[in-house]
């Protein structure tokens, strides 16, 4: 799925020095040399705040949930250093019946075949029945990390079709009408440097992954 007009962006949270926004899936955080999309969420949330953002960090396209960006380029700096130790929590829904809690430490390579340190902690909120809604927390940030993280512990998540199950990722398409991700960013806690206090931004559960929970519950 490719943003090609400019969707509506919910504004979690508005300071002069951040903006946080609940990103809709399917939509690029900023333009990429690779892209041939003309929506992004930088650029629409500028014109909607009426100044520049500046970028501070990505979560991917086919995900949904919180962002921040920088009213200023010190501003970006300082939220990208808050970032690396901000209690970052995520909604995925996972195959299996996962533990009651897990990790993985394994370590993750990077664009240059680099092994990186990467750090996932999970807890299961709900059981289905064959699969596990999962509160993810990470303390990294490599790429798709908690994709290949729970891929490699055997609970891919709903709609990756990148480390997850086809057969199932299709089940879901045609049952329950699932055609993303379902990985949803539902929480950033981090320091806000300049006021001296933490902020929490909190984003709902998406819509549409709130009606495959809703579908499941029926089930």
Do not use: C
């Not at 903006?19 to 899936?25: C, G």
């Not at 019946?97 to 897990?102: L, N, R, Y």
């Amino acid at each position: 799925m490719v943003a090609r007009e400019p969707p509506e962006i919910p504004i979690l949270h508005q300071d002069e020095h951040v903006v946080a926004v609940d990103k809709p899936s399917g939509l690029l955080v900023h333009r990429s040399a690779e892209s041939t999309d003309r929506v992004f969420l930088l650029q629409t949330v500028a014109r909607v705040v009426g100044r520049p953002l500046y970028p501070v960090h990505r979560i991917d396209r086919a995900a949904s949930g919180v962002v921040l960006l920088g009213q200023s380029p010190d501003d970006a700096r300082w939220l990208q250093g808050a970032l690396a130790a901000a209690r970052k929590e995520y909604l995925v829904l996972v195959r299996g019946q996962a533990p009651d809690e897990g990790a993985s430490d394994r370590p993750l390579s990077d664009e240059k075949r680099i092994p990186r340190e990467a750090h996932t902690r999970f807890v299961s909120v709900e059981r289905f029945q064959r699969t596990t809604l999962l509160r993810v927390s990470i303390t990294s940030g490599r790429r798709h990390q908690i994709r290949r993280h729970l891929a490699h512990l055997a609970h891919q998540i709903l709609g990756d079709t990148t480390y997850g199950k086809g057969r199932l990722n299709q089940e879901f398409r045609d049952r329950f009408d699932l055609h993303r991700l379902f990985l949803h960013a539902h929480r950033i806690v981090l320091r806000h440097e300049p006021r001296g206090e933490d902020l929490e931004v909190t984003a709902p559960l998406a819509p549409e992954l709130e009606a495959v929970l809703a579908r499941l519950r029926e089930e």
